[in-house]
């Protein structure tokens, strides 16, 4: 019995112990924190790192290759025929070799390979870029959902008012019945926003933690910018500015040159199987025929060997010369796609900029309108109290205040989005 309770005791330690390690952590974040957060945790972006491992490894590994290689050989043998009795033979022996010169072959790989951890590092770093403005999108969507939440929980609370306010007036006789239930079903249909938004707002929230490779589980809760830093955004930069920094700076431009010259190395390995290959053989054996003096064995039979050795290539077949042609047009296509990556760049970062100054007017315009009928709508509130207006003029006035809040909101977070991207493209910090 004592061990049963033991077993319970120790059971429910162990539960309490779990459940304690599976309390969801917390986390208040500013987009800074989650980019932060982001380049430590995300798993695509440690697969990325552990590829520039790997291609910096392959780098190492080629400059070995100027080096000799050394070789140790060791063999023992039992014989045995009808005609004489079993004996031992061993043979030992060390073998060297090291290339001389193979066309440059050696000193090109290195070269490519050198050009390819370099890319990969360039690779990650267009990854973090997009990473970035994937987390950009989330955040300012997550953030756009709570300023219209607040916005549309206040109309509810005005929808509700003005529910019970119709109800008294309803019940004295001053609106008809009909008005009264329009004020009801106004007031179920902006719950419903309430909720559509919150579900919109979590799903942003999921979005966002799924790009910090963050549990779905834990809670986070991300901080408003404060209001400098989003006047700050209004200031454009010069559309010459930004094509010149994001030229300069964009990993997409340098991927494409380190392709061309990786496809340039390419081509002088391939022609590299057109020169003589000669390489340097050194070799030191011994051996014994029994056990029988075998010390003295060892000695008489120890053997050395030094030479070099000259391979000239004379007909493979035409595949060096197909080698070579391959190469020469996968160096012409990665050039092509080079110029081609520039030009669709500058196209990019042009449209991106017009539509960056077209957010920003549908920005300041729709702020005008907002606040225009947000007061309206108070005074129309104010007008339903008195019983001066209808339940419809009133309705009608508020549904015109949520279009104008909407178109608001949208345009504020369209306008924020595209302003930081452009700070993406041209290789400054993303803050905010």
């Given at each position: 019995m004592k061990k049963i309770v033991l077993s319970v005791i120790i059971c429910m330690i162990a539960g309490t112990a779990a459940a304690q390690n599976a309390v969801p952590a917390f986390y208040r974040f500013t987009l800074e924190d989650c980019l932060n957060y982001a380049f430590g945790n995300n798993y695509n972006l440690q697969s990325m790192k552990l590829a520039e491992d790997a291609r910096a490894d392959?780098?190492?590994?080629?400059?070995?290759?100027?080096?000799?290689?050394?070789?140790?050989?060791?063999?023992?043998?039992?014989?045995?025929?009808?005609?004489?009795?079993?004996?031992?033979?061993?043979?030992?022996?060390?073998?060297?070799?090291m290339t001389l010169y193979q066309g440059g072959n050696i000193s090109?790989?290195?070269?490519?390979?050198?050009?390819?951890?370099?890319?990969?590092?360039?690779?990650?770093?267009?990854?973090?870029?997009?990473?970035?403005i994937q987390i950009l999108q989330a955040f300012l969507t997550t953030l756009g959902n709570?300023?219209?939440?607040?916005?549309?929980?206040?109309?509810?609370?005005?929808?509700?008012?003005?529910?019970?306010?119709?109800?008294?007036?309803?019940?004295?006789g001053k609106i008809l019945e009909s008005d009264y239930l329009l004020l009801e079903a106004q007031y179920a249909n902006d719950k419903n926003s309430v909720l559509n938004t919150q579900i919109s707002r979590n799903n942003s929230l999921l979005t966002l933690k799924s790009l910090l490779s963050m549990p779905a589980t834990d809670d986070l809760q991300i901080i408003y910018p404060d209001t400098a830093s989003i006047h700050a955004m209004t200031i454009l930069p010069n559309l010459n500015q930004v094509i010149k920094s994001a030229m300069q700076t964009l990993p997409d431009l340098k991927i494409s040159q380190y392709t061309v010259d990786i496809t340039k190395m390419d081509l002088k390995i391939s022609k590299a199987n057109y020169l003589p290959t000669?390489?340097?053989?050194?070799?030191?054996?011994?051996?014994?025929?029994?056990?029988?003096?075998?010390?003295?064995?060892?000695?008489?039979?120890?053997?050395?060997?030094?030479?070099?050795?000259?391979?000239?290539?004379?007909?493979?077949?035409?595949?060096?010369?197909?080698?070579?042609?391959?190469?020469?047009?996968?160096?012409?296509?990665?050039?092509?796609?080079?110029?081609?990556?520039?030009?669709?760049?500058?196209?990019?970062?042009?449209?991106?900029?017009?539509?960056?100054?077209?957010?920003?007017?549908?920005?300041?315009t729709t702020q005008v309108r907002q606040n225009a009928?947000?007061?309206?709508?108070?005074?129309?509130?104010?007008?339903?109290?008195?019983?001066s207006i209808t339940a419809v003029d009133l309705l009608q006035q508020q549904n015109n205040y949520i279009s104008a809040l909407n178109d608001y909101i949208q345009s504020k977070y369209e306008f924020m989005l595209k302003r930081k991207v452009l700070d993406v493209y041209m290789g400054i910090q993303v803050k905010m």
């Open positions: 392959a780098y190492e590994q080629s400059k070995m290759e100027r080096l000799p290689s050394l070789n140790a050989s060791l063999s023992e043998n039992l014989n045995h025929n009808k005609n004489s009795d079993a004996s031992f033979n061993g043979n030992y022996g060390l073998n060297a070799s090109n790989t290195i070269e490519q390979n050198r050009l390819r951890k370099e890319q990969s590092s360039w690779q990650t770093s267009q990854y973090q870029n997009n990473l970035t709570e300023e219209l939440l607040k916005y549309q929980e206040a109309v509810v609370n005005a929808s509700e008012e003005q529910m019970k306010q119709g109800k008294e007036q309803f019940q004295f000669i390489s340097l053989n050194g070799s030191i054996g011994t051996g014994h025929t029994d056990y029988t003096g075998f010390g003295a064995q060892l000695s008489d039979r120890l053997n050395q060997q030094i030479g070099l050795s000259l391979s000239i290539p004379i007909y493979d077949n035409n595949r060096t010369k197909s080698k070579v042609t391959q190469s020469r047009i996968a160096l012409q296509q990665a050039e092509l796609d080079k110029k081609q990556s520039e030009l669709d760049i500058q196209q990019t970062i042009v449209t991106e900029y017009q539509g960056l100054v077209a957010a920003y007017n549908k920005y300041q009928y947000s007061k309206t709508f108070d005074v129309y509130r104010a007008q339903f109290r008195l019983g």
